[in-house]
């Protein structure tokens, strides 16, 4: 069975060691990326102390398992070309030979780099948060201009590229300023190298690897980022839910035929500005992040209390899960105050559930998140030290069973596996939260 790996939270949840883990027994044939693009993060360790923090290559990598870049995935080739190289410092001797990339993945290029750090700056203490990697950039340059943005397949024509990368490079120019970004030429030249050394495919190479056997579907970002469904504008240009990965498996002649997991952990974190209801500076100390820090571009890494309102919301928005893995199972023996958070009090009302609305109202979301700004933890439980009931606990705030538990980098338990969507073909949201003697709602 196919299992399509998404994060319920803000990102960093632990993805990547859930994918690792999907590929251990050897019988995964393939991790497909689905979304997002090179500013994801990753971090594998393995048991013999290997790291890796993974951006575009499958976390399935360290293990052998071949990846898949889709269509839904922004292709950033220089950056995929250090990644690449680290992964043979560890041990991965030919980490191409695992790698195929759909021809019409967009193009990530450092124009669009550079155009998306000089907008972020210009906006001041209003910045977004972004990763500075471009990938924002291309989706918007790809819907102004759909006829000229770069595409993987693209790398294989010089003269195309050329003439695309130049347009690119001049239009942003005569929005922004000069760009520190190197000639046009040298692009193309380190491009067209991509494209020799990749296997480039159509989308029915996807369609025959699927055939083959069981694959991974890895997610990046976190859906409370989602474009459409996350707390605008503090938002990634991509769409994190199970969607795109649904799309590709029905393509595929596979509809409805993978185990939605979703991925959280024991506290809820994210990187630089945005709402983060449970924040609580007190346990950054006792829960120190050896592989995430603060960043140039996305700002603080922030830590705060299981939010089970926003993660129940992840779990609604993406129309409900098969499984959770529930990662940092430790985390609350270091911190003996952590808790969970089943509601939130805005302006004078208690409210346990945030209703999720239309795909693509905008403006709907921005005035979600200023209420979000201004709530404050008002009910919580506390499941104690012992990590069996917080796994519990979760599984119970968020309506689904836990599939994957983890309590380190490199301990991840498989639980027994709950029936697959042929058994339970209704998947249900996240259960109705507990009531409380006092006035509740759903803030809409």
């Known amino acids: 069975m196919h299992t399509i790996v998404v994060d319920l939270g803000f990102g960093d949840a632990g993805k990547g060691a859930a994918v690792d883990r999907l590929c251990q027994d050897g019988t995964v044939q393939a991790v497909v990326r689905f979304n997002g693009g090179a500013q994801a993060a990753h971090n594998v360790v393995t048991a013999d102390g290997r790291h890796h923090t993974f951006a575009q290559f499958g976390s399935g990598t360290l293990r052998g398992v071949r990846t898949h870049l889709s ?7 220089l950056a995929l070309a250090a990644e690449a190289d680290h992964l043979r410092a560890v041990g991965v001797p030919d980490p191409y030979a695992l790698l195929s990339v759909d021809r019409a993945a967009p193009l990530a290029t450092p124009y669009h780099a550079a155009a998306n750090r000089l907008r972020e700056q210009a906006r001041g203490a209003d910045r977004h948060g972004s990763c500075g990697m471009g990938v924002g950039e291309a989706a918007a ?3 102004a201009h759909p006829g000229d943005a770069p595409t993987v397949g693209d790398c294989a024509s010089r003269p195309r590229l050329l003439r695309q990368l130049r347009l690119l490079r001049d239009r942003l120019a005569d ?7 190197p000639p046009v030429e040298d692009c193309a030249e380190v491009l067209a190298a991509f494209a020799r050394t990749v296997t480039l495919t159509d989308g029915s190479a996807l369609h025959d690897l699927l055939r083959r056997g069981p694959a991974v579907f890895e ?3 976190g859906v409370l980022l989602d474009e459409w469904h996350g707390f605008h504008p503090y938002t990634t240009w991509s769409t994190t839910t199970f969607a795109n990965a649904e799309t590709l498996l029905a393509e595929a002649g596979t509809p409805g035929g993978a185990r939605r997991l979703g991925v959280v952990r024991t506290y809820t974190t994210r990187h630089g500005p945005g709402p983060l209801v449970t924040e609580d500076p007190e346990l950054t100390p006792l829960l120190p992040e050896p592989h995430n820090g603060h960043g140039r571009w996305q700002g603080a890494f922030r830590t705060g209390h299981f939010d089970a309102v926003a993660h129940a919301y992840a779990v609604e928005v993406c129309g409900g899960v098969d499984a959770l893995a529930v990662t940092h199972l430790d985390a609350p023996a270091r911190a003996r ?11 004078g009302t208690l409210v346990e559930r945030l209703a999720p609305g239309p795909s693509g109202d905008l403006v709907r979301q921005a005035a979600l998140t200023a209420r979000l700004q201004r709530a404050r933890p008002a009910v919580w439980d506390t499941p104690g030290r012992d990590p069996r009931r917080w796994s519990d606990a979760i599984s119970a705030a968020l309506g689904a069973p836990v599939l ?11 639980r027994k596996p709950p029936p697959g969507p042929e058994a339970a073909p209704t998947r249900h949201p996240a259960s109705e939260p507990a009531r409380h003697p006092t006035r509740t709602t759903a803030l809409r």
Not at 175 to 181: S, T
Request: proline share 7%; net charge neutral.
């Open 141 to 143: 340059y790809a819907l």
């Open 71 to 77: 269509r839904f995935m922004t292709v950033d080739p």
């Open 175 to 181: 929005e922004l300023g000069p760009l520190p970004a």
């Open 219 to 221: 997610g990046a970002q």
């Open 404 to 414: 994957l538990e983890s309590s380190s980098a490199t301990r991840q338990v498989l």
């Open 337 to 347: 105050g952590l808790r969970i958070c089943r509601a939130y009090g805005i302006d």
